[in-house]
C-alpha cells in the first residue's frame, strides 16, 4: 500500500493490565462506568470490558497466571506482551492500542516488511455473556506491532472474524456521561524517535508534530499523542525521568455530556480528581492503572 492509498485505522480497544478484575471492577464503578460481565480468553487472560457509544471500549486485563505462563512459552504473543509489561511495570497499567482490521493476516505481512512485527498472528474464539444473559461467540485475528526499544508498549490490529451481537447499548451507557474517547496519550522523552511505529501502526502518514512531542490522528477521531517531560508536566501535572527512554502509556481522556455532573459523582463517589483546563484529572490507583481525564 503506497502513502496516497493508506486509510487511517479507527481506534478499537486499550488494554489495560490490572492486578485483578475485582478491583478494578469496583474502581471503575466508582468512576461512573458500567462494566461487562467477566470473560475468559482461551489462554489464560481474562476481562472486564468497558464499552463506549463511539464504539471504542477499554479492556481491563487480568490474568490466570499458570494458564497465562503455559501461554506465553507456546509462543502467544499477546501474553507474553502482558508477562513482560507486569514484570516490568506491575500490575496495573496502560500496555497497549488496538486498531481495526478487515484483514489481520495481511496486516502481519505489511509489519513484517516494515520491520515492526512483534511476532506470530494470533487466531481465537471465546464466549461473552451479554446483558440479557444469553451468551455468543466472537472469533478474532490479531497482528502486532511493537519497537525493540520499547519494551513497554506495543501495538496491535484486530479483525472480528465472528463479530460479537452488536446492540451493546445497555453497556455503552454510563452514570458519568461518557460518551467516547478523544484522546490516548503515550509518553516518551523524544516522541518524534517513535513516529516510524505510530504511522505504520495507524496505517496514517500524517503526523502533527509541536513543542510538548507528536500528534496523529485516527479514523474515528481519537488522537493517540506522544507527550515530552514537558507535555506531561504542562497538560496532566506528571513527572517523567528524562533517561527513561520508550512508550509508556500515561493517560485516558475521555468525553462526557456534563461536565459538572461528572463532577458531582466523582465527588460523591469519593474519587480523588484535580480540575486543569476545563477537565478533571483522576490520577491512578490499583484497579486503574492510568490516568483518567474527563472533558467535554
Known amino acids: 500500500m503506497?502513502?496516497?492509498?493508506?486509510?487511517?485505522?479507527?481506534?478499537?480497544?486499550?488494554?489495560?493490565?490490572?492486578?485483578?478484575?475485582?478491583t478494578a471492577r469496583d474502581r471503575y464503578g466508582k468512576l461512573?462506568?458500567?462494566?461487562?460481565?467477566?470473560?475468559?480468553?482461551?489462554?489464560?487472560?481474562?476481562?472486564?470490558?468497558?464499552?463506549?457509544?463511539?464504539?471504542?471500549?477499554?479492556?481491563p486485563l487480568g490474568i490466570k497466571r499458570e494458564e497465562c505462563e503455559a501461554a506465553a512459552l507456546a509462543g502467544n504473543v499477546f501474553v507474553a506482551r502482558d508477562q513482560a509489561y507486569r514484570f516490568r511495570r506491575g500490575h496495573d497499567g496502560f500496555s497497549a492500542i488496538v486498531l481495526s482490521s478487515d484483514d489481520a493476516a495481511a496486516d502481519d505481512v505489511r509489519f513484517r516488511k516494515a520491520g515492526i512485527s512483534a511476532g506470530e498472528m494470533l487466531e481465537f474464539s471465546r464466549p461473552m455473556k451479554l446483558p440479557d444473559g444469553s451468551q455468543a461467540t466472537g472469533s478474532f485475528r490479531l497482528a502486532f506491532a511493537a519497537d525493540l526499544r520499547s519494551?513497554?508498549?506495543?501495538?496491535?490490529?484486530?479483525?472480528?472474524?465472528?463479530?460479537?451481537?452488536?446492540?451493546?447499548?445497555?453497556?455503552e451507557t454510563h452514570a458519568n456521561g461518557v460518551i467516547g474517547?478523544?484522546?490516548?496519550?503515550?509518553?516518551?522523552?523524544?516522541?518524534?524517535?517513535?513516529?516510524?511505529?505510530?504511522?505504520e501502526a495507524v496505517d496514517e502518514r500524517e503526523v502533527s508534530a509541536h513543542s510538548f512531542g507528536m500528534d496523529i490522528e485516527t479514523r474515528n477521531g481519537v488522537k493517540i499523542s506522544v507527550l515530552n517531560q514537558a507535555g506531561m508536566s504542562g497538560f496532566f501535572d506528571r513527572k517523567t525521568p528524562g533517561h527513561s527512554r520508550g512508550l509508556r502509556g500515561r493517560a485516558v481522556v475521555f468525553k462526557v455530556v456534563d461536565l459538572l455532573a461528572t463532577e458531582q459523582l466523582l465527588t460523591a463517589n469519593a474519587v480523588s480528581f484535580t480540575r486543569k483546563d476545563n477537565r478533571l484529572i483522576v490520577p491512578e490507583t490499583p484497579g486503574q492503572g492510568v490516568v483518567f481525564a474527563f472533558g467535554e
Request: with cysteine; aromatic share 12%.
Open 2 to 22: 503506497n502513502a496516497a492509498s493508506r486509510i487511517p485505522r479507527l481506534l478499537d480497544h486499550l488494554v489495560l493490565p490490572v492486578i485483578d478484575l475485582a
Open 32 to 59: 461512573g462506568f458500567t462494566v461487562a460481565a467477566d470473560a475468559l480468553h482461551p489462554f489464560g487472560t481474562e476481562n472486564a470490558c468497558v464499552f463506549l457509544a463511539d464504539k471504542t471500549y477499554l479492556e
Open 151 to 171: 519494551p513497554d508498549f506495543f501495538f496491535f490490529t484486530c479483525q472480528r472474524v465472528t463479530p460479537l451481537p452488536s446492540d451493546r447499548s445497555a453497556l
Open 181 to 199: 474517547l478523544s484522546e490516548v496519550v503515550l509518553s516518551e522523552p523524544n516522541p518524534t524517535d517513535f513516529q516510524y511505529i505510530l504511522q
